[in-house]
């Protein structure tokens, strides 16, 4: 892989309206990464600017100007002891979307209903009889290299459905930001292949809650997997 001096993630891929989605920006420094990879946002990453990729001590580190945006290190994947959602649950499960209406950032790429054609409209909604939110995902042909999806896709697939898995079986919806997430693909699902993204909590200390995510095939076979650390935002 060519080592790029700068990257660039275009507003196409928000989370907030004036910052990246944070699985997408985690995923354009993970995939520097040979294996699993952990990604600490440090800061909100900057839309349409030329942001800096520098090593690390460990890994890799991602800049715009003297600010350090993400750093990037090796992980060992967790082992994942969840049962795949299968699609037509994660189809019922996706008409229990929390954030429809009222969502705090409606245009994010991943998640938000009003993102256009541009996005990927994932809504994870809560999983009948199982603690686990799921949606329905189909890999788009123009997110793909040679018909396998980018892996900033997949990380960004990977990040929104995991804070479901909480906030999903909540009676109050407070904004969050991502602060980490640590991924695992095991194979890149290809260019419109079926597959259903799933979330759970592993539990909230404070304003930190630790989620996990795991993306199957439509046929069960993990495609990939990762743990969030989510970070609730202060009242104002």
């Known amino acids: 892989m060519s080592l790029p001096k700068t ?13 990246a989605n944070g699985g997408w920006a985690c995923g354009t420094l993970g995939r520097l990464i040979d ?8 800061k909100p990453p900057p839309l349409d ?3 800096a990729v520098l090593t690390s001590a460990d890994g890799w580190a991602m800049q715009h100007g003297d600010a350090l945006i993400a750093t990037a290190n090796k992980a060992v994947a967790p082992a994942l002891e969840v049962e795949p959602v ?3 649950q994660a189809h019922a499960a996706t008409k229990r979307f929390v954030w429809r209406k009222n969502h705090p950032y409606p245009t994010c790429f991943v998640c938000g209903p009003g993102s256009g054609t541009s996005g990927l409209h994932i809504y ?20 793909c290299v040679n018909e396998r999806a980018r892996p900033e896709l997949i990380w960004a697939a990977l990040d929104c459905p ?5 906030g ?8 969050v930001l991502l602060g980490q997430l640590t991924a695992s693909i095991v194979t890149l699902p290809r260019s419109g292949q079926r597959c259903v993204v799933g979330g759970w909590s592993l539990g909230k200390d404070g304003r930190k809650i630790r989620c996990r995510s795991a993306l199957w095939s439509d046929e069960g076979e993990l495609l990939a997997e990762a743990e969030a650390l989510w970070i609730e935002l202060r009242e104002p």
């Open 86 to 88: 299968g699609w037509a």
């Open 49 to 51: 600017t030329d942001l």
């Open 35 to 42: 294996g699993p990879a952990r990604v600490r946002l440090h």
């Open 162 to 166: 995991s804070y479901f898995g909480f």
């Open 168 to 175: 999903a079986f909540q009676n109050e919806y407070k904004q």
């Open 7 to 19: 990257v660039r993630i275009p507003a196409r891929f928000c989370g907030p309206p004036t910052s």
């Open 124 to 143: 994870p909604g809560t999983v009948g009889g199982r603690d686990i939110a799921a949606a329905p995902f189909v890999v788009p042909a123009d997110l």
